[in-house]
């Protein structure tokens, strides 16, 4: 090498060690170098074995939008707790009213403090509800500051998802014998590893120094590229259906109310159609309404039933039934699918994109993946949908999984799918064998079996993750090295 061997920014460094002694690579402050610079030449230091450096893990803490607004509103059940504390008691229906966003998350926390739902309503008693609340604050404050708080306080955010626990690799350095002999040495040389079109145009190369490139140096390694983990999750998925005898269908983001709703008999007055549920579309461009065949089946069902099956006893509107929103669900895909496929058996599955008007918090997206599967065959029973569940869910790598009584709109019998992970049971998924009013007026004479469940909160097993917003993080350590968990 030539003089010291060092550039600029390297020597700033080396001086900055010298002056403070160990530090870790986050803490080092140097004027006119940003962290990149920092890193760079602290990278070029310990190659060129000048400074010494060691690795240790270091635990920082995310607070989540979630623990924000709690910050700036208040806690559910500290806002629950002072009403009651004014109004003494309080019907549960009228607190259901008045807290609705968050009413179920204050009742369940009140109650570990013995305010319990009696006779349907609460009652005010003294707690120590308010110090807990101020204790969840202050460590909250606290990691915004910087600091970390008592591991006490840690846990409990940690269990209400108000935090995000996030694992960083820190070099701790310091100078060694090597790099005080080329400190002593510098002649003032500003090395430059790099020209550019700047020190081109405006001649300043003529005056610097670049520095000497060393052949036999090390280079870094490089990782080669790979699939995301929502991706791989996905092919793995499809090829478990694939095996399975399944083939698979695709559907479309922008649906009409008339397939997305009507046609899997969900009247015209359910929750799920609300505004606050649906992203309804103000859009002429689409073309002229598909299969208007189907208009008078839907009306005929809803207002008159199928059969010795009653409808809902209303006058469908087609106005309501014509209006454009993103899909919902893939479930649409299906009985879009049969309609067009109606000759038994149909073994059918898709993972497709799915639109809901969420709050985005831990554990919503408005945006995910829908897993959909659904057989159509002239034996299928509900034994049937049970075996196809297990062995569906076993090849996921869950192996005991319960079926449990469930409700939806448009199958009866339903039933959720709980698994069993590290000795907890966890809802999964739905299914379910779609009603006759259905089925029926489009003319599959066999049952359908359907089952559903979301990628995402699949994906938050599979990876050991807390917070569903990670899955979409684009956090290259963990992309490297992301491992997907079995139970």
Request: net charge neutral; with cysteine; aromatic share 12%.
């Amino acid at each position: 090498m030539q003089g010291t061997g060092i550039s600029y920014s390297e020597y700033l460094v080396l001086k900055y060690l010298k002056e403070n002694g160990e530090k870790s690579e986050y803490e080092i402050i140097i004027d006119g170098l940003d962290q990149r610079n920092i890193s760079s030449a602290i990278s070029y230091l310990i190659a060129k074995n000048l400074i010494k450096s060691t690795e240790r893990k270091k635990t920082t803490y995310i607070v989540t939008d979630e623990a924000m607004g709690y910050l700036k509103d208040g806690f559910p059940e500290e806002k629950l707790y002072k009403y009651l504390k004014n109004a003494g008691r309080a019907k549960l229906s009228d607190i259901k009213t008045m807290f609705k966003d968050c009413f179920g998350i204050a009742l369940s926390n009140l109650a570990k403090y013995g305010i319990k739902p009696v006779n349907g309503e609460l009652i005010y008693r003294d707690t120590r509800l308010l110090d807990y609340v101020e204790d969840l604050k202050k460590g909250i404050n606290e990691i915004i500051s910087g600091s970390v708080p008592d591991a006490g306080i840690i846990d409990f955010l940690k269990k209400r998802n108000l935090i995000r626990e996030k694992t960083n690799i820190d070099r701790i350095i310091s100078i060694n014998e090597n790099g005080l002999k080329v400190l002593s040495g510098y002649t003032g040389n500003q090395y430059s590893g790099q020209l550019t079109s700047e020190m081109i145009t405006s001649g300043s190369y003529k005056n610097i120094v670049f520095r000497p490139y060393d052949l036999n140096m090390r280079p870094e390694e490089a990782s080669g590229g790979g699939l995301h983990p929502l991706t791989q999750l996905i092919r793995n998925i499809r090829r478990i259906f694939t095996e399975m005898g399944f083939t698979e269908m695709h559907g479309h983001f922008i649906e009409y109310t008339a397939w997305n709703m009507d046609m899997l008999f969900i009247p015209q007055d359910h929750p799920a159609r609300d505004l606050q549920d649906t992203f309804y579309l103000d859009s002429d461009r689409l073309p002229e309404f598909e299969n208007p065949e189907i208009i008078d089946l839907v009306k005929n069902v809803h207002e008159n039933g199928y059969k010795s099956y009653s409808g809902w006893n209303y006058k469908w509107s087609e106005e309501e039934g014509k209006k454009i929103i993103m899909r919902t669900h893939t479930t649409v895909n299906t009985i879009r699918y049969l309609y067009n496929n109606r000759n038994p058996p149909q073994y059918i599955f898709s993972i497709e994109k799915v639109f809901r008007h969420e709050s985005v918090d831990w554990k919503h997206l408005s945006e995910l993946y829908q897993i959909e599967g659904a057989v159509y065959a002239r034996d299928a029973n509900l034994s049937t949908l049970k075996w196809l569940l297990r062995e569906f869910y076993s090849r996921l790598g869950f192996n005991k999984i319960r079926l449990i009584p469930s409700y939806y709109p448009y199958t009866e019998p339903s039933m959720d799918v709980v698994v069993e992970i590290n000795g907890k049971e966890v809802e999964l998924g739905g299914s379910g064998i779609f009603r006759p009013e259905v089925t029926g007026p489009i003319g599959l004479k066999y049952p359908v079996l359907a089952f559903g469940l979301g990628l995402e909160r699949l994906a938050m097993i599979y990876y050991g993750l807390t917070d569903i917003r990670d899955i979409y993080n684009s956090d290259i350590e963990w992309l490297k090295n992301y491992k997907i968990r079995l139970y």
